[in-house]
């Protein structure tokens, strides 16, 4: 049967180099680099390398990385540590389509007084900047906007943000996890403080994320027990894996420019041939700013759930916002803030590429699609 | 993925009696676009008006719904209208060998869209759905009645049980209080209904103690945890039982309801009738 793994926004396949890079500290390399001999004290400069590796990705210096266990705690640390450092007076400010690791703090910090707002989206799933701007006008706020969108692709305009928020002495975090290593991110140009990285979107394993913490930013430790990363993550480090994550930011820094049009090439053959062999489809999001590898479409009238297990059952992996899918009784939240009609939410499918795809991949599912779609809708009370 | 059954699959991937009959004499619809799944549902009756000779249906749904669809029109082919009355959402999630509990809803529209059928053909009424009583959640249209119905049927006891079988409480979760009395009621009726209820034996304060804290580890306190909240029994005197609340129920503006109603309800049952509950203002 076919293989074909068209989810990488979910996770992705952890690079050959990446496991190599691994696995000499499951061998030899096991030691403690806070030890005071020289078997713990030779792996401390592998991880001053990864967070070397981590840094250039974004353009940080390597001080301001601290490594984590996932995009999650990434999340968490950024916003709850500002808030506790900067007390009640900050109101928060984020988006109704963040990745639930960003809306889940928001909204603890909620019920623990903090003032929360919560901006909408168009209907291509772009923030109204001006909003933004009334927001941030009335208090001094902690802002939490993602970079790109995990089930649209959607790209903000974080440059756009983050000039609004430092004119208005506001901090700034962005989830950054699906914008790492597929577009360009430079921190020296967009004045943000913080910004969250997941290993296992960039082709790392799971079980290892990265902050980074603008020097200056006022942050309380999330972690406390430990004098590791400098004291602001407790915890002997996760040597293995932080090493497979600098050696993935370096994979992704080099294959980047290449990848922004392969890849690209080949999520717009899909999206484009998938459009013109089914009928009543759309795409969700804003298609001129859009991650290179993402595609969100509708298929009307029919549900993703049934949808995904047509494909699976001839080898293709993708993903959907469906209500069955997510998990709730209701379609993915960022489609309903959106707008997408119900006759389409419940139908949307993700399908994320990555620099493993191939022509034949691609070419694989348009051929297929239209049977299972055909399939579905013979079924559908909703098709005249 | 789902842990669905090989039957269940085999019904998803090779739906029986999918399509429209026409001139159907009975035609029920139930779902809607915005609900994620519905149904529609068609029989025509021999010709002696007896039996179902010929159903079909038509889902948009997840593979479930669509399995649900298919095994319910294979379970009634042949029955009478009094039989396939009888057919319970237990029955088409048994003949498929079991639903994972979050999809149980599935096989309440089966039966739903059976019931809507029957009704078309007895009454001549095309209603896509006829809501009887008091809506209770009014996001996805669940009727007080149906609530206790499901509840009823399958033996349910959590607010989030019911929400899997017929989706009410699963859209903004402001009737949730409101299922829980439901959910309670029934409970209440079913114990009451099997066992009639032995005489407590009097026990020492010590025991009484004992059982308090029993029944509150037991009983109460998961479920406050579910909302991030917690509650500690604090002293027994004579009837009184003084508590206090921890976590988000200590800033809860909806404590005093949740003491009576929980808290007091659930130790009265397990306890005594007798029991006051007091929150601990010192």
């Keep these: 049967m076919k293989n074909i793994y068209l989810d990488n926004n979910a996770t992705s396949q952890v690079a050959p180099e990446v496991t190599e890079a691994m696995l000499p500290f499951f061998k030899d390399l096991w030691g403690n680099p806070s030890s005071m001999h020289y078997f713990g004290g030779q792996v401390r400069k592998y991880i001053e390398t990864a967070r070397e590796q981590v840094a250039a990705l974004i353009g940080a210096d390597p001080s301001e990385i601290v ?50 707002v919560e901006l909408g ?8 900047l001006p909003d933004l701007r009334k927001t941030l006008s009335g208090r001094p706020s902690i802002v939490s906007i993602m970079w790109a969108n995990n089930e649209t692709g959607v790209v903000f305009p974080i440059d756009e943000i983050a000039a609004l928020t430092s004119n208005a002495g506001a901090i700034l975090h962005t989830d950054a996890v699906q914008a790492a290593g597929k577009i360009p991110i430079n921190v020296r140009k967009t004045p943000l403080n913080m910004l969250s990285i997941a290993g296992h979107k960039l082709h790392a394993p799971k079980g290892i994320g990265a902050l980074y913490v603008r020097k200056g930013t006022r942050l309380a430790t999330f972690m406390v027990g430990g004098h590791q990363e400098n004291g602001r993550r407790g915890g002997t480090e996760n040597v293995p894996y932080i090493v497979g994550l600098g050696r993935a930011c370096e994979l992704a820094a080099a294959h980047m420019n290449r990848e922004m049009t392969t890849v690209a090439a080949l999520r717009d053959r899909l999206e484009n041939g998938l459009l013109a062999s089914c009928p009543d489809t759309m795409v969700n999001g804003d298609r001129s700013h859009r991650l290179p590898n993402t595609s969100n479409i509708s298929f009307q009238y029919i549900e993703g759930e049934a949808i995904l297990y047509h494909l699976s059952d001839i080898g293709v992996a993708a993903s959907s916002g469906s209500a069955c899918t997510s998990g709730s009784l209701e379609p993915s939240h960022v489609i309903r803030a959106m707008g997408v009609p119900f006759t389409a939410a419940h139908g949307s499918i993700r399908f994320s590429l990555s620099r493993y795809n191939t022509m034949d991949d691609v070419d694989y599912v348009v051929a297929h699609m239209p049977e299972i779609v055909k399939r579905l809708r013979a079924l559908s009370p909703f098709v005249k | 993925m789902w842990d669905y059954t090989d039957k269940v699959l085999d019904h998803f991937r090779n739906p029986r009696n999918v399509g429209v009959i026409e001139a159907a004499d009975g035609v029920g619809q139930v779902g809607s676009l915005a609900c994620g799944d519905a149904l529609k549902l068609m029989f025509k009756l021999d010709a002696r008006k007896e039996r179902i000779a010929e159903i079909k249906f038509q889902t948009f749904g997840c593979a479930s719904a669509i399995a649900s669809s298919s095994a319910l029109t294979e379970m009634v082919k042949g029955m009478t209208l009094a039989q396939a009355a009888q057919v319970t959402n237990k029955d088409i999630a048994d003949y498929l060998g079991g639903l994972p509990e979050q999809k149980m809803h599935c096989s309440v529209l089966g039966r739903e869209a059976l019931e809507a059928a029957i009704a078309n053909y007895s009454t001549g009424k095309t209603d896509k759905k006829i809501l009887e009583g008091k809506v209770i959640c009014t996001c996805f249209g669940v009727t007080e009645e149906e609530i206790e119905r499901v509840t009823r049927e399958n033996k349910l006891i959590s607010v989030d049980q019911v929400t899997n079988y017929c989706k009410a409480g699963g859209g903004c979760g402001n009737c949730r209080k409101d299922i829980e009395k439901i959910v309670e009621r029934v409970r209440v009726q079913r114990e009451a209904s099997t066992a009639s209820a032995a005489k407590p034996r009097r026990l020492t304060t010590l025991q009484k103690i004992q059982l308090i804290q029993a029944t509150m580890d037991r009983e109460i306190r998961p479920m406050l945890k579910k909302d991030g909240g917690d509650v500690e029994l604090i002293d027994v005197l004579d009837n009184r039982v003084i508590i206090s609340f921890r976590g988000m129920c200590a800033h809860c503006q909806s404590a005093e309801v949740t003491m009576k109603d929980v808290v007091q309800a659930k130790l009265r049952e397990f306890v005594g009738e007798d029991l006051q509950v007091e929150e601990d203002k010192a």
Excluded: W, Y
């Excluded at chain 1, 984590?68 to 900050?90: F, K, L, P, Q």
């Excluded at chain 1, 109704?96 to 929360?116: I, M, N, S, W």
């Design chain 1, 67 to 116: 490594f984590t266990g996932c995009g999650t705690e990434s999340d968490n640390m950024a916003i709850r540590g500002a808030a506790e450092a900067m007390g009640r007076d900050m109101q928060i400010v984020t988006t109704k389509v963040e990745h639930l690791a960003v809306l889940g703090p928001c909204r603890l910090l909620k019920e623990h007084g903090f003032d929360l």
């Design chain 1, 121 to 128: 989206v168009d209907p291509s799933g772009q923030l109204n």
